[in-house]
């Protein structure tokens, strides 16, 4: 188990910008597992916004493509998110996830079911 702690979330205008941090007690985490945000509506199924493995490899929804940067930080122990450009539709809780499976650093995947370790999620609300 990685734990996971997501914190930036908020309201902001549809324009404007947010950055999401995922942090971890574990040194080396963003460095030896593939990691990535998720978000969530209502009801919906969970599904990926943005993954990153080895080397700065990336693969993005095509509805933040653009818009949505995923990062890691230099210690090995956090991930971010910037968000720009905010839409209504991106109104959602965002989780950050880290994966265990080797391939992903190579071919990072934004399906869910291959993340097993999950933080607590933090809001983000965009008003148009």
């Known amino acids: 188990q990685v734990p996971l702690v997501e914190s930036g979330g908020g309201s902001v205008q549809a324009g404007g910008s947010l950055r999401l941090s995922c942090t971890t007690s574990?040194?080396?985490?963003?460095?030896?597992?593939?990691m990535g945000w998720f978000r969530q509506y209502p009801g919906k199924e969970r599904e990926g916004v943005a993954v990153?493995?080895?080397?700065?490899?990336?693969n993005y929804h095509g509805s933040v493509k653009g818009r949505f940067s995923i990062s890691k930080g230099n210690g090995g122990n956090t991930l971010y998110l910037q968000m720009n450009n905010l839409k209504s539709e991106d109104t959602a809780m965002y989780y950050c996830?880290?994966?265990?499976?080797?391939?992903?650093?190579?071919?990072?995947?934004?399906?869910?079911?291959?993340?097993?370790?999950w933080g607590q999620g933090t809001q983000v609300t965009v008003s148009s």
């Open positions: 990153i493995g080895r080397d700065g490899i990336t």
């Open positions: 996830a880290a994966s265990g499976a080797h391939w992903c650093q190579w071919r990072p995947s934004l399906e869910k079911g291959i993340y097993g370790d």
């Open positions: 574990e040194a080396g985490t963003s460095t030896n597992y593939c």
